[in-house]
């Protein structure tokens, strides 16, 4: 997970996605830099932008995304070879987003 500038000078949580192709799936979630940590691709919990958010849940939700991506890399295991990323996006698109 990575963050990305928005507009309103706060940056998106975003999964990066790279199969043959880079593809970013954007996140409900936005913090500044400081409310970031990247090593641990988490929510900081002293950020200032981070103490209206309930970070704790986020962070979970977080994590539970990207063990879920992971998890359906495994699965798939060769066959994910044959897949478009655009099918494989849509696919996250779908669980992430029901």
Avoid at 6 to 16: K, M, P, R
Avoid at 25 to 31: K, V
Avoid at 48 to 71: C, G, P, Q, R
């Amino acid at each position: 997970m990575i963050i990305k500038k928005n507009t309103n000078e706060l940056f998106s949580i975003v999964l990066n996605l790279f199969h043959k192709k880079s593809r970013i799936l954007s996140l409900p979630y936005s913090t500044s830099i400081s409310g970031w940590h990247d090593k641990n691709m988490l929510l900081n919990k002293s950020a200032i932008s981070s103490k209206d958010k309930v970070f704790k849940n986020i962070n979970k939700e977080l994590n539970e995304k990207l063990h879920t991506a992971k998890s359906i890399r495994d699965k798939l295991g060769t066959i994910l070879n044959d897949l478009k990323v655009e099918l494989l996006l849509y696919l996250l698109e779908t669980i992430f987003f029901k």
